[in-house]
């Protein structure tokens, strides 16, 4: 019994590393192998939980300057653990200019041309409302000169 | 006793174990509002009083000099070492006030340098860098040996410039984590102006257009690093540097900024979705005008590097 219990204690605090690994920077790497051969710009760690007076998680938003003529891509990873997958979106103010999530289907990035430099918002949650993590990475697939935005 | 023993390990063990994900990340953010998208009420002579909430959310907002660097090399001018700040310079800066404002400077540099894949100059901008980062106990997320590596060859530059811009933003990260955010607010300007810097140098060799236009497209950041910087103007020297923004504002005033509204497109491209906003800015100003701008550019950061 008392070898039983040690081999459950050991084990227990052996294997909480690897749930930290599940969200950290392990998954940022993931991430950043996801980003492809575009150039990298900055970073997103997001972690939605509940608080014991809450039902449902709500959502994490960054500020983002993005510039005119610049085409970026955002990408997502998924915690291991996550129930479901993250919503990325993007926002001008109240207004959402682009998400992962088309038509019921959750891609696992978005590509946006830019056509105004200013601060946008990028907005992550989860459909149901789960607990999760996720790391996310902006960066810059092209730029386009003034007479290439005719597109 | 040995029993106990075990049992009170079960029980450390079991509560890391269910509390363990609250280590999923170290950037955990309210889901509040308060976002910063620099409404009217904000652009005001006044200085604000900012919290450090806020004032991370601001410093997040000044784009990086990945961006600028990426049109440089498109404009078709020479790469010229002269135009940048020499590392030797590093041992002037001995307050951390110019450390600060001179990491963001070599920062912008190096962007410059690995846009143009000259590996031969990199390792001292690297070493400028570590040097500065030190000076102000930040140099811990710089890992000199391995960018000196990525270095030696220039296979490996992508790898190079992803991993100087990761080890700045974590940096940018803790800085402002330990209510340092007087500090990063001086990076991301030093950064910001040497940006401008490099681009006026490259606009004035060749005039280029898309240069030119993202120069003067800055009008809509000197308010935020306004409101950055004159958050901290009670301390030594921001208020000297404030005036300085002050005066680029004034040369950013008679730029104007139009948008019109086209059609958004949707295109589903290789198993990615490409979004193509519908709002189109365009940037009006006159040779002037830019020439002032680059002219007080010139003067800010001559002041920075001296």
Known sequence: MKKLLFIITISL??????????????????????????????????LLEKSPTEAKTGMIRFNVLLNSRNHYKFNVVNGSMNADDIVMQLYDKDELLSSNLDSGKKYKSFEFICRATKVYQLVFSFTGGQEGCAEAVLSLVKQYSEGQMGL | MYKNFIFSLLIIASVQLFTGCSGCSDNKKSSSGDALTLPDSLITDAPLKLSEEIM????????????????????????T?????????????????????????YSADLGYINTFDKNNVVVSYLLAVKNLADGIRVGQFFDFNQLSRLASSSANLDSLMELSVTS?????????????????????????????????????????????????????????????????????????????????????APIKITTELGEPQRIEKDGSLIFIQAEISTVHYTKEDLNNIMNVIEKIRNKIVA
């Open chain 2, 81 to 105: 070492q002269r135009i940048l700040n020499n590392p030797d310079n590093v041992s002037n800066y001995v307050t951390s006030y110019k450390r600060a404002l001179n990491l963001g400077v």
């Open chain 2, 56 to 79: 991370n959310e601001v410093i997040g907002n000044i784009s990086s000099p990945v961006e600028m660097a990426g049109l440089f090399k498109s404009s078709g001018v020479e790469f």
């Open chain 2, 168 to 252: 700045f933003n974590k940096m940018d990260s803790y800085l402002r984590e330990q209510n340092r955010s007087n500090v990063s607010s001086l990076i991301v300007t030093g950064a910001w102006i040497e940006g401008l810097y490099l681009s006026s140098a490259i606009v004035r060799e060749s005039g280029d257009e898309e240069l030119s236009n993202r120069i003067a497209e800055q009008k809509n950041v000197i308010n935020i690093l306004e409101i950055i910087l004159s958050n901290y103007v009670s301390e030594p020297n921001f208020a000297d540097l404030v005036a300085d923004v002050e005066e680029l504002k004034k040369a950013y």
């Open chain 1, 13 to 46: 605090l052996f294997f909480q590393p690897a749930l930290h690994a599940q969200c950290g920077e392990a998954l940022k790497k993931t991430a950043l192998q996801e980003m492809g051969d575009a150039q990298y710009i900055k970073d997103f760690s997001i």
